[in-house]
């Protein structure tokens, strides 16, 4: 699938995303003209509770189950939400720790029941428990075990809010489960979206990749290509596992291409050789392999990188020629050097009078800028 047609996928994805957080703030929250008077309520119930709390006791198992209950209502959730924040953005952020503390069965229970909901009302949830950060007041084991269940609905909502939410507890085995058993549903998450949302990946991401490596062959294709991509954006301590996989003619076109990427921003000498032979690829059916060898090629020196570069301004493949200007402009090759290498070569020609124009307009803009801020 060509880079544009990922670009607008991802990027409905994301509209889709932030249409979700719309439809619940208007429709749950602004059309409800009880909800204010829901939070109020909620606020008051809290309140007591923390002043409780102060004075040493405990919450009764009568107060338990009464939240269980109401809690169960997604309005009765979300005003509880709205009235919560309230109290963690004050000074009584301890005491409304420990109140969540003893609410922990509560969003066990809830976990539960919202698993047997609607995908809207139980993506809800785990947008709740993912921007509350229960991590620290809930058993997280046992609300895991059921979020991970969540993956398997059919709602992209749903999975996305949920692996949000594991990622906020920083366990490194649920979140592989998660993605394992979404994966095997068959309900992948789109690469950007894994890639990015493994980044935000509380807990110990050595561990992490560790794991999602031992399980590695068992994912689709599409989730390699994200388990690569983010590893390379975390990590560059897995520099001969991805030669393996640039080297590996059996895998996937995509996969490939990531490691050779991963090479871009950890050079590694066993690399180059393959590197060199991607970037020399005239095959126009290998267009993108040349496209991102000659990218991959501006951290590596020598003669034979310069010399690929340049008969790289020499394809007729638009793409190519543009990474490889970028990498001799970033190896620090003037672009009267560059012109006399390449000789009287149209394409070549044509590309560094468009590199040469993006830079002056780049130019432009910055003292434009710089103008303005005077």
Do not use: C, P
């Given at each position: 699938m060509g880079s544009e047609a990922l670009l607008y996928i991802y990027g409905f994805v994301c509209l889709s995303m932030i249409a979700f957080n719309i439809v619940y703030n208007i429709v749950m929250r602004g059309s409800d003209k009880r909800m204010?008077?829901?939070v109020a309520h909620y606020d008051k119930i809290i309140s007591a509770e923390l002043n409780k709390?102060?004075?040493?006791?405990?919450?009764t198992d009568e107060h338990i189950k009464h939240m269980t209950r109401v809690l169960s209502k997604t309005s009765g959730l979300m005003a509880f939400d709205a009235a919560l924040d309230k109290h963690f953005d004050s000074v009584e952020k301890a005491a409304a720790g420990e109140y969540l503390n003893e609410l922990a069965p509560v969003f066990v229970n809830l976990a539960y029941t919202y698993s047997k909901r609607e995908n809207l009302q139980a993506a809800y949830f785990a947008y709740f428990i993912g921007g509350k950060k229960l991590k620290d007041h809930v058993p997280a084991e046992d609300l895991q075990r059921i979020?991970?269940?969540?993956?398997?609905?059919?709602?992209?909502y749903c999975?996305?809010?949920?692996?949000h939410a594991l990622y906020s507890f920083g366990s490194a085995r649920a979140v592989v489960d998660a993605v394992s058993r979404s994966?095997?549903?068959?309900?992948?998450?789109?690469?950007?979206i894994l890639q990015d949302g493994l980044l935000m990946f509380e807990g110990d991401h050595h561990e992490l990749i560790n794991l999602l490596w031992g399980r590695f062959d068992d994912f689709s294709e599409e989730t390699r290509v994200a388990i690569l991509n983010y590893i390379r954006f975390e990590n560059g301590e897995y520099?001969?596992?991805?030669?393996?996989i640039m080297l590996d003619e059996n895998r996937g076109k995509e996969m490939r291409l990531a490691a050779v990427r991963y090479f871009a921003k950890y050079p590694y000498e066993p690399a180059r050789e393959k590197l060199l032979e991607f970037g020399s690829d005239a095959d126009p059916v290998h267009w993108e392999y040349a496209a991102i060898g000659v990218t991959a090629l501006a951290s590596y020196d020598g003669d034979d990188v310069i010399k690929v570069l340049t008969d790289a301004m020499l394809s007729p493949n638009?793409?190519?020629?543009?990474?490889?200007a970028v990498s001799l402009e970033a190896k620090g090759i003037e672009y009267s050097d560059i012109?006399?290498?390449?000789?009287?070569?149209?394409?070549?020609?044509?590309?560094?009078?468009?590199?040469?124009g993006a830079e002056e307009e780049e130019a432009e803009s910055k003292n434009v800028l710089a103008e303005a801020a005077v």
């Open positions: 204010q008077q829901r709390i102060r004075r040493g006791a405990r919450v979020l991970i269940e969540y993956m398997e609905k059919d709602s992209l999975r996305v809010n949920t692996m994966d095997r549903n068959g309900a992948f998450l789109h690469d950007k520099r001969q596992r991805m030669l393996d638009w793409h190519v020629r543009y990474n490889a012109e006399h290498m390449v000789g009287g070569d149209r394409y070549a020609k044509e590309m560094l009078a468009y590199r040469l």
